[in-house]
Every structure is written in structure tokens, then in C-alpha cells.
């Protein structure tokens, strides 16, 4: 690394990280590695000591003020209605402020998500920000930090998925992506796509759940629409069933059905396993039965 080199990444890592979603799976993650690394954080949720709402456009410059890079994890989903508008705008803002890198987290297959990353990739390159893209696929960590975690401890995961395999990525493997695309060179003008090693249908996922956690669960793959009435009557707020009936609908036709070595071209190392994940999280007991 040149004198010249050293000079700008400690100059870098003098201003703070703004995390978005720092609460959530991947930006808590992110989060968590860039301060043990010696970065600056900075939390970007409503709760924070800087707040920062994505509905709040009035929170964007003071999360923003001195911020050297950012990570862009949009909620509830970058497919949703309005958010290609809003993080355009963000996009603009944190590249008026001053910002030197933006990394956007994006899913896979989603053609909203894909229009998103290039309209924050266009402003990106107009103001001279270093900009990549973070293209991931499935959660695994959503069989055990999201809506899925009490199927499993139940026993029983219902879902509208059929036979498509999906190639499940670990979180943990995203979140070090985002880190190194936000503190080393040669990340700027780079899409990532994020995936497992291997396609695993829901039905064979569920299988190595039980595998891992030595009791027997069972895969039930139900209608759409009666997926959608499920989630409702347990609480889930009418956009959020929505929106995770579409993803299980539409994301899930076959398109993603392919692996890449996206995490090796970030990491250079190759992706976690699900099998990994599964006996990880298994052992600590998350998974253990519904009393």
C-alpha cells in the first residue's frame, strides 16, 4: 500500500461509519465488526443518539453530518412501493455531505431492488462516491432471527415454496462483505453477488434444521393465498405479509435457482454452508422445542 493510500484510510477512519438498520440482522452484524475493528460507528435507527428514519427525511442530514461511509439497509425492502424514491434521494444526500463510500445492501432477483441499485449507483459516480452493491440471496438466519424462528421451535414450517432450489447465504458472510467494501480499496463500482455454495429447497433446508437439532420437523408447502391469511391472523401487518408472499412467489420462480462466487470475489474465501449455520445455531439452543 502506497504512503498515499495509508494517508486516505486513516483519514477515512477518523469520520465515522453511519450503519443504516444497525438493529437489524446484516447492520448489526456490520455494526459489530467495524467497531471491533477499530472503526467508528454510528447507529443509524429511530433509537439511536442520532436518529435516522427513512420516513423522516428531517433525520437524513444530521445522521449524515462528517460521516465518511455508509451502509444502505433499506427497510422493510427495497421492493416495496416508494423505496427507489427515497434511497435515490438518500443516495443524493449522503453524496452532497460528503460521504466517500456508499454499500447498498440489495436482494436478489428483485427487479425494483436492481433499479434501486442503479439509480444509487448513478448518483454515486456523478459525485465522485466510491459505490457497491451487496445482491444477496435468502437469509439463513431467517429460519432463526425472523418470522420463521417459532416454526421451527413449533416443529412445523409452512410456506408457499415448492421444489426451486435457493442457494441460502449467511448473513455473517454478508455483513463482512459490507465491511471490507467499506474500509479496502477495490470495491468501488462493484456488484456482489451474494450466495451459498449450494441450492437447497425449503423442504430439504427444513430437513438439515432437523438434522442439526436431532428432532424431527416437518415442511409444508401451502397456496399462496392461504400463506397470506396465516400471516395475518398472527399479527402480521397487511404490507408485510404482502410483501413476504411476494418474495415467496415471485423470487422464488426458478430465477435465483444458481450459485455464484460472489462471497469469494468479496472475501476472497468461499461461502458458509447452510450445514454450518445449522449445526451453529442448533447448539445454541434457539431451535429447542416450543414449551
Known amino acids: 500500500?502506497?504512503?498515499i493510500e495509508m494517508s486516505a484510510g486513516a483519514a477515512m477512519q477518523a469520520k465515522p461509519v453511519l450503519v443504516l438498520g444497525a438493529t437489524g440482522k446484516t447492520g448489526r452484524r456490520v455494526a459489530e465488526r467495524l467497531a471491533a475493528a477499530g472503526w467508528l460507528v454510528r447507529s443509524g435507527s429511530r433509537r439511536a443518539a442520532v436518529p435516522f428514519d427513512w420516513d423522516d427525511r428531517a433525520t437524513w442530514g444530521p445522521a449524515l453530518t462528517d460521516v465518511g461511509a455508509v451502509y444502505i439497509s433499506y427497510q422493510p425492502d427495497l421492493a416495496v412501493p416508494g423505496a427507489l424514491d427515497t434511497v435515490t434521494a438518500f443516495a443524493q444526500q449522503a453524496a452532497d455531505n460528503g460521504v466517500s463510500r456508499l454499500v447498498l445492501l440489495s436482494g436478489r432477483g428483485e427487479d425494483e431492488a436492481q433499479q434501486a441499485e442503479q439509480a444509487v449507483c448513478e448518483v454515486a459516480q456523478a459525485g465522485g462516491v466510491a459505490a457497491a452493491v451487496l445482491r444477496a440471496s435468502w437469509?439463513?438466519?431467517?429460519?432463526s432471527e425472523s418470522f420463521l424462528l417459532p416454526s421451527v421451535q413449533a416443529g412445523e414450517i409452512v410456506l408457499p415454496a415448492g421444489d426451486v432450489g435457493e442457494p441460502f447465504i449467511d448473513v455473517d458472510d454478508i455483513a463482512?462483505?459490507?465491511v471490507a467494501a467499506l474500509t479496502q480499496s477495490g470495491?468501488?463500482?462493484?456488484?456482489?453477488?451474494?450466495t451459498g455454495p449450494r441450492l437447497l429447497s425449503f423442504a430439504e433446508a427444513v430437513d438439515e434444521l432437523a438434522a442439526a437439532c436431532g428432532r424431527p420437523l416437518r415442511y409444508r408447502q401451502v397456496p399462496a393465498e392461504d400463506f397470506a391469511g396465516m400471516l395475518t391472523q398472527v399479527g402480521v401487518p397487511a404490507e408485510e405479509a404482502a410483501l413476504i408472499v411476494y418474495l415467496f412467489t415471485t423470487v422464488l420462480d426458478?430465477?435465483?435457482a444458481h450459485t455464484t462466487d460472489g462471497v469469494a470475489q468479496a472475501l476472497g474465501r468461499p461461502a458458509r454452508d447452510f450445514a454450518d449455520y445449522a449445526r451453529r445455531t442448533a447448539a445454541s439452543g434457539i431451535w429447542s422445542a416450543a414449551a
Open 1 to 3: 500500500m502506497s504512503e
Open 139 to 143: 437469509f439463513m438466519q431467517n429460519f
Open 176 to 178: 463482512e462483505a459490507a
Open 187 to 194: 470495491h468501488a463500482d462493484r456488484i456482489y453477488e451474494l
Open 254 to 256: 426458478g430465477r435465483n
